[in-house]
């Protein structure tokens, strides 16, 4: 009998959970309400306090954090070109420009030794990503961007869970985005949040968030600013509740099973690691490149064909057709392409068992073979 499919992701959501959404069904009210309070206020509290309002989705988040910030035509914003695709359709989205700077080829984030270098007069704002939940170093981030004066907004959305310095990502800088997409450590089906600094009013942020309204305690209501329609639902919002309690042990298992990873990847299979970081990374992915001469495509059939399933997180976005015909092109930024054109997410989630990885990695080493003889 062949083993069961094993996805590269699959969210773990209990059975409490699932009466709990059953109540809010039957409860009548089911769009945003008192759920979704009472998740902003438990995201407020994980992340030391600060103000927070949740959304229905990552993207929107950082739509509407470049708004707050004031970013349009004639801007430009500083980020990484891997990284899924809404980090830069978003700039675009509020009228600016995306400047790319290739990443560092350990920790595959942006390589901050050359953001500087891609600030000019019309530089509004940074948005650094956190690839697979490895946080970018935040020291070293808010230095440059405070000696230039610039917002950033931080694309957190595979880090919740993960921290710098012993503090939780969101509990400190500027503008902080979350997506509880189905895939995150941490997740409400679809969804995210949005942590403000404090210089920004919660109240713009809120009708940025749905329509642009303005309510008065008389019933009228009034528009002043043009929003969209970005709200959480009480439905997903318990779901959130739910996952929260188990936050700290998905972490930790995360993080275990990533160990196990190291441990059973042989080195002669010539993979290039992700870095072994087990104290900021919430290990959101395990991602590894694989060696020359093996075709992607062929390997992740392999793979499939075996019972594995593995993804693709990212390709280089500036390579997107999209992008080309703003300008970009093939080699503006090698290091995102080589390892946007190699890299392979392999399955790791809590509901794995150890016995899981060590049957991911024997699968990989046939497939990897069987990959390099057919090249041959």
């Not at 708004?67 to 600016?96: H, Q």
Request: hydrophobic share 45%; with cysteine; charged share 20%.
């Amino acid at each position: 009998m062949s083993e069961p499919f094993l996805p590269f992701t699959r969210p773990s959501i209990d059975e409490e959970t699932i009466a709990e959404v059953a109540n809010v069904l039957r409860s009548g009210w089911i769009t945003s309400g008192p759920k979704v309070q009472a998740f902003e206020a438990a995201l407020s509290e994980y992340c030391g306090d600060r103000p927070l309002r949740a959304f229905n989705s990552g993207t929107a988040t950082l739509e509407v954090a470049l708004r707050l910030a004031k970013v349009g035509a004639g801007d430009t914003v500083i980020t990484t070109p891997l990284t899924w695709v809404a980090t830069a359709n978003v700039i675009l989205e509020v009228g600016a420009t995306p400047v790319f700077v290739d990443v560092d080829p350990a920790t595959r984030n942006i390589d901050l030794d050359k953001l500087e270098a891609a600030i000019t007069p019309k530089t509004k704002g940074i948005i650094p990503v956190d690839l697979a939940g490895l946080p970018v170093d935040r020291d070293r981030l808010y230095a440059i961007a405070n000696k230039h004066s610039l917002r950033v907004i931080e694309d957190a959305a595979q880090a919740f869970g993960a921290s710098w310095n012993g503090k939780p990502i969101g509990s400190t800088g500027d503008f902080v985005s979350f997506s509880f997409h189905a895939n995150k450590n941490l997740t409400t089906c679809e969804g995210g949040a949005l942590v403000l600094p404090a210089d920004i009013d919660t109240g713009l942020c809120e009708r940025l968030r749905l329509q642009g309204v303005r309510r008065f305690p008389d019933g009228g209501m009034d528009v002043d600013v043009l929003g969209g329609k970005f709200n959480l639902t009480d439905i997903a919002a318990t779901i959130g509740l739910g996952q929260m309690k188990h936050l700290a042990a998905f972490t930790a298992r995360r993080r275990e099973l990533a160990r196990r990873y190291f441990a059973c990847l042989d080195p002669a299979l010539g993979l290039e690691l992700p870095v072994a970081d087990f104290s900021n990374s919430n290990w959101h992915m395990f991602q590894v490149l694989l060696p020359a001469g093996v075709d992607r495509g062929n390997f992740i059939a392999a793979m499939k064909q075996r019972g594995i399933g593995v993804g693709v997180h990212y390709p280089a976005l500036h390579l997107f057709t999209l992008y080309r015909a703003m300008g970009f092109k093939e080699g503006n930024f090698p290091q995102a392409e080589r390892i946007g054109g190699t890299i392979v997410t392999l399955p790791l989630f809590p509901a794995m068992q150890d016995s899981d990885v060590d049957r991911v990695c024997a699968v990989l080493a046939e497939s990897l073979a069987s990959n390099l003889r057919s090249a041959s």
